[in-house]
DNA sequence: TCCTTTCCTTACCATACGTTAAGCGGTTTC
DNA sequence: GAAACCGCTTAACGTATGGTAAGGAAAGGA
């Protein structure tokens, strides 16, 4: 039950099984059928989550209804909302499953507990925040000084991993582009090659 | 020295004047002119930084030498390239300043020294990041959803205080726009009103 | 199995934004 | 006080991306 996330904590810090198996105790498995929501705008977002199989993708939508991606998730990730998870505010954005999924999932008060508790997992968390972070000023950098162009080669080379399984539509959305300008790019890179 | 850091600490959280009096120590203060580097691409940044007053900004250079800008930061706000800093490694951007500025600096070992002797301290800093991550999300969001001139507005809304002091150019490369660009959008709202 | 929906692509035209070039008031520099 | 630079704007034209429409392959539902 937790094999994906013991493999990503390893990669991240040393900690002991018995210190892993008491922060296990603090979470909540969660099993999420694909188009299942995980959180609908207007809902407080109740859950971090780790992604120990599945897909999920968190999205906000327009004033037409549009859907605006801001974030996949696969095995091995954290996800949630953390605008309306820290403020216990309503969201305005979505996470749903792109696929069957199963997850484990924290709430407020046991992550402060864990926290507490065993500060290995204190300090394990807090790396997922970082890393989150840094990936979040480099996508912004992409978009401040690249071409659509050059953000879908480095969607690519990032997440080849995500590019196997995401429909490509949405993965234009994620890179602020159209379905259709898309298509046209891969078009230009292929002849191009 | 300390003030606009005393109002920031008390705006985010509770925090007892000895409290707020032993973080301090901790801080190393800085005084940086118009045009001077806290970091120059190539250098390990070495500390996070607040300004206490001021103008900074976080810039990456593309292949033919042109400004990216990431980010601003005035007196009331914290900044560092994390991605130097964290990893120890030298960094790919640049900091700064548009003004003659005052900062209060505190490098990797004061960092750990503070947040464990006090914990306010770690609460506080780890607040702020959390907020700068969010900040980026919305950031992002703009991006994937909103045209220029739709991101020029939000900029207004969201930090007037900046769009007084910095050169419009520089906003314009912020929102990932030509001068020019920002320019003819600024004309067609002024026609518009 | 059929029928519907989803996903991807292509084509055509519209538009937002980039590029290049130039001008002009304000400030700095010598 | 020129001269040089800087910040902002405007204009003309080029290009990347959006919008609309349509078709076809694949997947999903009944």
Redesign the pocket.
């Given at each position: 039950m937790f094999e994906t996330l013991r493999k990503h904590v390893n990669s991240q810090l040393e900690m002991s099984d018995e210190e892993f198996r008491l922060g296990t105790t603090f979470l909540t498995p969660k099993k999420l059928r694909k188009r299942q929501y995980l959180l609908q705008s207007g809902e407080v977002c109740k859950w971090i989550v780790f992604i120990e199989k599945g897909c999920l993708r968190l999205y906000s939508l327009d004033d037409f209804g549009a859907e605006r991606i801001l974030g996949f998730g696969i095995e091995g990730w954290w996800m949630t909302d953390l605008e309306s998870f820290q403020a216990k505010k309503p969201a305005t954005r979505n996470i749903d499953a792109l696929e069957d999924s199963e997850l484990l999932m924290i709430g407020p008060e046991s992550l402060e507990k864990v926290s507490a508790a065993v500060p290995k997992w204190d300090h394990y968390l807090r790396g997922v925040l970082d890393k989150e972070y840094k990936a979040a000023i480099t996508r912004i950098s992409d978009f401040v000084g690249a071409?659509?162009?050059e953000r879908y080669i480095h969607f690519l080379n990032l997440y080849p991993d995500l590019f196997q399984r995401i429909?490509?539509?949405q993965i234009a959305s994620y890179l602020?582009?159209?379905?259709?300008?898309?298509?046209?790019?891969?078009?230009e890179l292929a002849t191009r090659k």
């Open positions: 071409s659509a162009e429909p490509l539509h602020g582009i159209t379905p259709q300008s898309l298509s046209r790019i891969r078009k």
